[in-house]
């Protein structure tokens, strides 16, 4: 039975963080590791001691994970950023929370005594005599230790203590992932193995000046080793746990939300059933209508997607989709109001298009949002909030009036929203056809609903509502959210992106609402917006005019088109060949595309020679160590030929946020390539070695294990049925009650005198023979069928997991 882990995270704001600048403040952001290993960086909050980032992180992490942390940094221009504070949360201390934490956290100082990770790799035997017994401990490598060098490497040893007795191995020399292959044995007294104590292994890191670094240790109790006399395995090194807890709140606090998701995925087999189900469910709706009555608020978003998703894989995304949207147009009876709650419909509309339309609106929106970060204007229309200081002299004779400040806002604000309608009203061939079927059949529903002639344009409100208002004008406000932007725009930025997505908004409801609202100083803008509302009218109509059919001939997922890009964007490529050269000068820029057939690249985005590597070839794609080239945020990207021979090649990324990105990627389009390697070296052979383990052979086993299937979770995250069918069948077990109770048990205040005799009565046909007729309700059947698929599924969860536990019991677990 498969494991998946998927941990949602977000960093909201801080508050009271202390002034690490001279000027009486600080500059701040936030790091997030997984067991030490930094998986996000948010952006740098300037001159801010109470700052906003706002930013969130899927992360699917199928091997599971022990800590998440969140360090507070302060930039530093000069020098390195000062550490502000840190955040650890466990495993266990996430998971105990069913609805996850939302809440503000004390920062903690920084124990350097604490800051290890790693794994040491032990076999411990107990020899016994009739005097005298012997502890003997290999001691046979390590891997991932944290590097206390200014190198990025440590040089560790490590010591075995019980009781007063000790034993050390050598010293390897700048590594973090040394191999020993020693034993180290210590002679006991046969009363010293009847206390109770426990083996204790550390590593440590050796310096030649100071003292030694701890790099963390395992403790084994004596029970276990009297238990079972030999014991070997990976043994997870673990903090001296001397820790002080920050509670006065000195270092200041953040607001973190943090959930996970840990479930247990059975063979497809037992999900089948389920996934029927669902797909008849489109032809009666049944299931779903059920599925529907027990989704709760809170958990609404993700059964939209993951519905979606499901039907997806089924080919069944658009008579899904006409399914939830026919049932919200019948039931209601306001045009004004309709797709305006959050209702199942509308969250599975939103999770469609950013499933499939993704990439399309990076087509359309990319260039503009690029051209409004690059040119940084200074643009208000709110006469409360325009600063004077803040814009440039626009002419010799003195600061800018409110008036210039007003005019020329209004005439960039012009310029970049005539830009938006024009690209989008000019995608129509760009949109992906399932999307445009999608609305199609959206369109026929409300025209059906919405004959009469006042309400002419309801039909054109409700597609454009969901375009508009819920797909371009959110990803014109926060393009970071939607992948357009590695980065939040700066306060300057972020107000012209706002200005631009109201007046996005007021387009999308055609101007109808113009001049009714607060915002009065937006009438500038009405001009434009009103001139727009025809060509969007008639971008609508060519929108929907599609041949129904046509979605069966191509991929509904977008992702997974061979000519679709994922990816791009200028990275630094290690230049392999030739002579050995400074680090600096061995990566050479190149341009990237990755579709879900060839990695490949270029000099130059317009370079016609491209060099391509087949997805189908990959076998890892990892990260490469700091002190591997002297350089920060190197990937590798492992392939194999057709002879067996692998073959690596290094890519440098721009920042740790992009490294994170490409790794997701390109792990996503290889996940289910053959031949995946379960080990590499984060290190490179250099100079006849390993920089990593140190070890000649270049051939040998990699020294650390492969993170293939850890990937960020979003809309590229690819169809798992296994997965998505698991997440229906709790949300399913959740409401089973519900739906017993309300499809099943009749209750008897229901039969009335009346009734009561129609049944008795029923029981005898005309001719005078007996039959049996009983009261049913709605959907009765129906949900038998779905409670005894639900009742099936439990039952296998249980049976594996008696299985499991079984195979554990011999086990001893690290913890």
Known sequence: MAKNTSLYFRIVEGRNLPAKDVSGTSDPYCIVKVDNEVVARTATVWKNLNPFWGEEYTLHLPMGFHSLSFLVMDEDTIGHDDVIGKITLNKEAIGC???????????????????????????????????????????????????????????????????????ETSIKKKTRFPHWGETLELELDAEELREEGAVTVEVWDWDMVGKNDFLGKVEIPSACLRKTPLLEGWFRLLPLGNNEVDTSGKLGALRLKVRLVEDRILPSMYYQPLIDLLVESVEDSSSLAMLEDVTTIESRQDVAMTLVKIYLGQGLVVPFLDYLNTR???????????????????????????????????????????????????????PCKIDLNRTRRISFKGAASEAEIRDSSVEMLQTYLTSIIESIVASVDQCPPVMRVAFKQLHKRVEEQFSAPENEDVKYLAISGFFFLRFFAPAILTPKLFHLRDQHADTRTSRTLLLLAKALQSVGNLGLQLG??????????????LRSVASVKDFLDKLIDIDHDIVSSVPQRAVFMPSVTVKEGYLHKHKAEGPQLL?????????????????????????????????????????????????????????????GQLHTMYI????????????????????????????????????????????????????????????????????????????????????????REKYLEMPEADLSPSNKEERINSDIHPDGAECNVQLMKPGQSVAARLLAVIEDLEQAHAAFQQREKEDAACVILNP
């Open 328 to 382: 919200e147009v019948n039931n209601t009876t306001d045009p004004n109001t309709l797709f305006r709650s959050n209702s199942l419909a509308s969250k599975a509309m939103e999770q469609f298009m950013k499933a499939v339309g993704m990439l399309y609106l990076h087509d359309v929106l990319k260039p503009i949002i690029n051209r409004i970060f690059d040119e940084r204007k200074y643009i208000e229309l709110d």
């Open 652 to 739: 440098q990324c721009k920042n740790v946020n992009e490294l994170n990105q490409w790794l997701s990627a390109i792990r996503k389009v290889s996940i289910y390539n053959e031949h995946m390697l379960p080990s590499f070296h984060p290190g490179v052979h250099r100079s006849g070695k390993w920089t990593c383990c140190l070890q000649v052979d270049r051939a040998v086993t990699g020294c650390s294990r492969t993170h293939s299937a850890v990937t960020l979770g979003d809309w590229s995250d690819p169809l798992d049925p296994d997965v998505e069918t698991q997440m229906i069948y709790k949300q399913l077990l959740h409401g089973r009650d519900a739906l």
């Open 97 to 167: 929370q069913p609805k996850g934490i939302d809440s503000w956290l004390n920062l903690t100082r920084v124990d350097p005594d604490e800051e290890v990770q790693g794994e040491i790799h032990l076999s411990l035997e107990l020899m016994r005599d009739t005097k005298r017994s012997t502890l003997r401990c290999q001691v046979i490598e390590a891997r991932d230790v944290a590097p206390r060098d200014i190198s990025g490497t440590s040089d560790p040893f490590a010591r075995v203590l019980f009781n007063n007795h000790s034993a």
């Open 516 to 529: 009714h609202g607060k915002e009065q100083w937006m009438a500038p803008l009405h001009p434009i917006i």
């Open 583 to 643: 680090s600096r000068f061995a990566f050479k820029k190149r341009y990237f595309w990755l579709t879900s057939e060839t990695l490949s690249y270029a000099k130059t985005c317009d370079w016609q020679v491209r060099s391509s590597i087949p997805i189908q070839c990959v076998c890892a794609v990892e990260r490469v160590d700091e002190n591997a080239f002297q350089q920060q945020n190197v990937m590798q990207v492992i392939t194999q030929d057709n002879d």
